[in-house]
């Protein structure tokens, strides 16, 4: 168990918080050896020169315990070359918000290298169920999961063999190897994430619920993009 994963859930019990906040969850999934798609987590755009770090295109969004959907308020800026416009994509965020969603709290803000087109987004998700305990998903992502409902399941801790049986039983598994001239994805990176996310829900007992939407998987591995953890405590 990774004393990394133990601090961030740690200061969110601390704080009574059920929902870790976006580089929170990044951290999580960095501590199980997920791969991510670079980011870098901003206290506002005095530091966008940090963005440096990580190399362009960014997206930045907002970091809020009190915004859901950062979309709707103007939270996200996509498309950002340099850090003269992340700066300024971070002011225009913050008057977004304040406009938008007046009351709420804004932490930082999270700058993340957009990845290549022509991957396909996937989902890997886990749920703790009162009978099976911690049950992992996997399915197409993005708005595929909502559309089709193509998803399958095993109860948790899930091997490598029983990760690519989760992956071919979907039945748009078509998509994955490959549709109308796409190259296929490299199924055993998505294997991998499935296998280290099945350990973080076994092991971390305060998660009740984790969506890593979007995946995007590639020929040559898979990235995790977004990842949502809730937490269940007493206090």
Known sequence: MSAKAIEVINKAINEN??????HESMALLEAYGIPLAPYVFIRDESEAHKADNIG????????????VHKSDVGGVILGLNNWREVEQAVKTIKLNVKEK?????ITGFLLQKMLP???VEVIVGGIRDPVFDAVIMFGLGGVFVEVFKDVSFRVTPVSFNEAKEMIREIKSFTILQ???GAPPVNI??????????????SDLREVSEMDINPVIAYPDGAYAVDARFLLNFKH
Not at 101 to 105: L, P, S
Not at 188 to 201: G, N, P, T, W
């Open 178 to 180: 490959g549709y109308r």
């Open 188 to 201: 055993d990176s998505l294997a991998e994430i499935i296998v280290k996310a099945s350990q973080l829900m």
């Open 101 to 105: 969603a007046g009351n709420a709290r």
């Open 117 to 119: 087109k022509g991957g």
């Open 56 to 67: 362009y295109p960014v997206v930045a969004k907002v970091v809020s315990p009190d915004i």
């Open 17 to 22: 918080r059920r929902k870790l906040l976006e």
